[in-house]
């Protein structure tokens, strides 16, 4: 459902999966929502409400915009629990459909940080990793950060909050891993 959320009025109903829609996200100029379910993933235009792409992929849990360019990060494994299914992330342009690099783990949490260079992903055994986006090259390794199940980048990139399944909340340095 899309809503107008300062007139508190409902836009529209997209019928976009067969079930459950496991994650959404909008592009960062706002004119693209894509959708991830357990049939794939859908882009839709916001202003005409009208699918522009689909990708059929079962396994897709996570999705996350960059906020510059035109950089999807799809990460797979199970869309509620985690990394069960597994596969290797992709950064994928979602104006071309092409996939830009392939990254060797699930990702079944992500994150990118403000400036889109880095991007942060929950791989399957209870560790974030930091992906260098124009290399594909993983620059660090969170260790002992539990079972997260969310990520988010301070505004100035510096410190990348996790939550996790045990209720807490850890702050990381992403430049020193502390």
Request: glycine share 10%.
């Amino acid at each position: 459902k899309l809503w107008d959320v300062a007139n508190r009025q409902l836009l529209a109903t997209l019928v976009a999966h067969a079930g459950p829609v496991a994650w959404l996200a909008f592009s960062n100029d706002g004119e693209t929502l894509a959708t991830a379910g357990g049939d794939g993933l859908q882009l839709w235009n916001v202003k005409t409400l009208q699918l522009k792409f689909t990708l059929r992929d079962k396994h897709i849990a996570r999705i996350a915009f960059s906020p510059v360019g035109t950089l999807l990060a799809i990460g797979y494994g199970n869309s509620v629990y985690g990394d069960e299914w597994g596969g290797p992330m992709k950064l994928w342009d979602y104006v071309t459909h092409q996939v830009v690099r392939t990254l060797p783990e699930p990702g079944s949490r992500l994150a990118f940080s403000p400036d889109g260079k880095i991007l942060a992903a929950r791989n399957d055994n209870d560790a974030v990793k930091l992906w260098n986006v124009e290399t594909g090259e993983e620059m660090r390794k969170l260790d002992q950060a539990g079972n997260v199940i969310c990520l988010y980048y301070s505004p100035d990139g510096q410190t990348l909050a996790t939550g996790n399944w045990d209720g807490e909340v850890n702050r990381w340095n992403v430049f020193t891993g502390e």
